[in-house]
């Protein structure tokens, strides 16, 4: 069972949502379209489902050209972040609905919304209408209600966005343990990179409607394939500075060099973008072989456990991730430390030269 995209593209109003794109998605497989609001998720979804029709190109359901076919013929279930259920009924009702459509005899019809409750946490409040329910509660109905479809296809649409904390956690463990079972094709849409990495499974990112990379959710952090898709799968994103590359060294702003081991001796000499995540940049210097920036800190966020700097280096905006509360002087110089072995190296067109030495020992 595959859902395959060829060459699918989507333009509205002369604008284009989504440029020509190839996609494969195999059954029993979590598929996570990450990217920033507007960056094409939710329209790939919806040419996915058939509620869209692409200007180009076809969709193939385990072989079958659908590319016409109604959203009503296909096996889809589709929860959006803004859920939705029907308030005049109880949750029992809910979740039963799609089966009773489908003719499903009362004995299946109540087998699977039992199970489904159970796997939601729900069984308690079957008899409840949806406006009894918390929010956390009526999306886990939304959800039940996806699952008991049966659907060869199950689309998430940002499904936990508004959830509190504390119930988006737990959703982010056990959404892959519930439908590990279905077999169906699970693609989830999500603005978070550590979302992603909690799913698993497989990621997409998309970045102003093309998908970037596609694969293996640790192989896409850890080996992005150009600028862009380290910028996308990396919260807040990559920062980036100039360096160049002499015979056995590399040079970076503010004087620092390197000396270019491994892949990096093989790099031929010139002009690159090195890249390289918040979280590995710090403020105290744990490795001797650690280069040294100078920046103006011109913001500070306090999270509790963690410090986010906002910096200026040399004109760039650069972003840190400190453990740890440090308290910090708005427009102090401040110098800061960055292991070679955290660094991406990118050609002058973005593409990706060579990955961090740490993410290919991962």
Known sequence: MTLEL?????????????????????????NVLLGPTTAGKTSLMRLMAGLDVPNTGKIFWQGEDVTGMRVQDRKVAMVYQQ?????SMTVYDNIASPMRIMGKSRDEIDAAVRKSADLMKLTPM???????????????????????????LVLLDE???????????????EIPKIFEEAGSIFV??????????????????????????????????????????????SDPPMNFLQMTKRGDALHFGDGQNAPA???????????????????????NKHSGE??????????????????????????????????????????????????PKHVYIFDEDGSLVAPASYALAA
Request: charged share 20%.
């Open 6 to 30: 060829r060459g699918v593209s989507k333009v509205v109003g002369g604008q284009t949502h989504i440029h020509p794109t190839d996609l494969t998605l195999d059954k029993g497989t979590m």
């Open 83 to 87: 859920f939705i259920n029907y308030p």
């Open 126 to 152: 079957l008899e409840r209408k949806p406006l009894e329910l918390s929010g956390g509660q009526q999306q886990r109905c939304a959800l039940a209600r996806a699952l008991v479809k049966d659907a060869g």
């Open 159 to 173: 499904p936990l966005a508004n959830l509190d904390y504390k119930l988006r956690e737990e959703l982010r463990i």
């Open 188 to 233: 989830y849409a999500t603005t978070e990179p550590e979302e992603a990495l909690l799913l698993g499974g497989n990621t997409a990112t998309l970045w102003q409607g093309r998908v970037t990379q596609f694969g293996p959710t640790p192989q896409v952090y850890r080996q992005p394939v150009d600028a862009t898709t380290a910028r996308v799968f």
């Open 261 to 283: 081991a491994g892949k990096l001796a093989q790099l031929q000499d010139g002009t690159y973008t090195a890249g390289f995540r918040p979280n590995h940049l710090e403020i």
């Open 290 to 339: 650690a280069m040294a920036f100078s920046a103006e800190l011109v913001v500070t966020e306090l999270t509790g456990s963690e410090t986010f700097v906002h910096l200026n280096h040399d004109g760039a905006r650069w972003v840190g991730l400190f453990h740890g509360v440090h308290k910090l002087t708005i427009g102090e110089a401040l110098t800061v430390y960055l292991d």
